[in-house]
């Protein structure tokens, strides 16, 4: 199974702070790298799909950049709603593995 | 608008059994995968299982495999997960999505509580 490695665990950030999340994968996987957002008690939010391409919706500070085994989620200008956990996932091949999650809190 | 529903979730016994159903509306497109992810209590996503879109190849986590089947039911935007063999470690919110790529559409979650 492709692992996933992202980091940090935890970082805590201000508002208006430029944020980024890495995600390493146990071998090449291309650009097959999504990004999802989580808040407690919700269900995940699909960010971002083969590593760059916003969702509709989400907005742009939000930017995803990588490819082959290394990948980004960078957050430009933090905003009070960004407070959350942040997850890559490969959808290289099955088992469509997530990695373990990197928490962005209120410094 | 689109809706996704989960249901079926509940407390069972180690070794026991539970059928998951999702019911998905509104979709903006008529090809799209199924998956079933779910999170333990205060851990990360855990994927678990996906279908493709005429239910003909399905896929599955080790930690399932040859204890949950997916199913699907295409006329009525339903996909199922059959859980058997229910072990504490099982114990997690089951989340079905649906999307063509990633996961565009997440349900509420269900709860699956597996007690000895």
């Known amino acids: 199974d492709i692992q996933l490695t992202q980091s940090p665990s935890s970082l805590s950030a201000s508002v208006g702070d430029r944020v980024t999340i890495t995600c390493r994968a146990s071998?090449?996987?291309?650009?097959?790298v999504n990004w999802y957002q989580q808040k407690p008690g919700k269900a995940p939010k699909f960010l971002i799909y083969?590593?760059?391409d916003l969702q509709s919706g989400v907005p742009s500070r939000f930017s995803g950049s990588g490819s082959e085994a290394h990948f980004t989620l960078t957050i430009n200008s933090l905003q009070p709603e960004d407070f959350a956990t942040y997850y890559c996932q490969q959808t290289y091949r099955t088992p469509f593995t997530f990695g373990g999650g990197t928490r962005v809190d209120l410094k | 608008e689109v809706q996704v529903v989960e249901s079926g979730g509940g407390l069972v016994q180690t070794g026991g059994s539970l059928r998951l159903s999702c019911a998905a509306s509104g979709l903006p497109y008529t090809s799209y995968w199924m998956h079933w992810v779910r999170q333990a209590p205060e851990k990360g996503l855990e994927w678990i299982s996906r279908i493709n879109n005429d239910g003909s190849s399905a896929a599955y986590a080790d930690s399932v495999q040859g204890r949950f089947t997916i199913s699907r039911d295409k006329a009525r935007n339903t996909v199922y997960l059959e859980m058997n063999s229910l072990r504490a470690e099982d114990t997690a919110v089951y989340y079905c999505?649906?999307?063509?790529?990633?996961?565009?559409?997440w349900g509420q979650g269900t709860m699956v509580p597996v007690s000895s």
């Open positions: 071998q090449s996987i291309s650009r097959y």
């Open positions: 999505a649906f999307g063509t790529g990633g996961m565009d559409f």
């Open positions: 083969a590593t760059s």
